[in-house]
């Protein structure tokens, strides 16, 4: 199985920046696809940006234009930069990646608090 670590979160004030980190255990160049994912409070899991092995990217309306995804496969490292955050941004974040051979990992997640 492959081990996900995720950092970077934190507190931040509206309109600030964070760049979270998921470094891998394995190797993120031979992923079929990885992504960001997010949880607020009383509210299911839902996916927030996706990298394809191809590294063609997609993100979900409420940040397009303001986050980034993006991997340096020599650290195995996927990154999500956040700008311009938002008080409605606040959740626990996690990294998924899917290897074609069926293996799909999760990270612990990292929590965000966007908040004055």
């Known amino acids: 199985q492959v081990q996900l670590v995720e950092s970077g979160g934190g507190l931040v004030q509206p309109g600030g920046s964070l760049r979270l980190s998921c470094v891998a255990s394995?190797?993120?160049?031979?992923?079929?696809?990885m992504g960001w994912y997010r949880q607020a409070p009383g509210k299911q899991r839902e996916w927030v940006a996706i990298m394809s092995g191809g590294s063609s990217t997609n993100y979900d309306d409420s940040v397009k234009g303001r986050f980034t995804i993006s991997r340096d496969n020599a650290k195995n490292t996927l990154y999500l930069q956040m700008n311009s955050l938002k008080p409605e941004d606040t959740a626990v974040y996690y990294c998924k990646v899917v290897y074609n051979t069926g293996i799909i990992s999760w990270g612990q997640g990292t929590q965000v608090t966007v908040s004055s």
């Open positions: 394995g190797r993120v160049s031979s992923a079929n696809y």
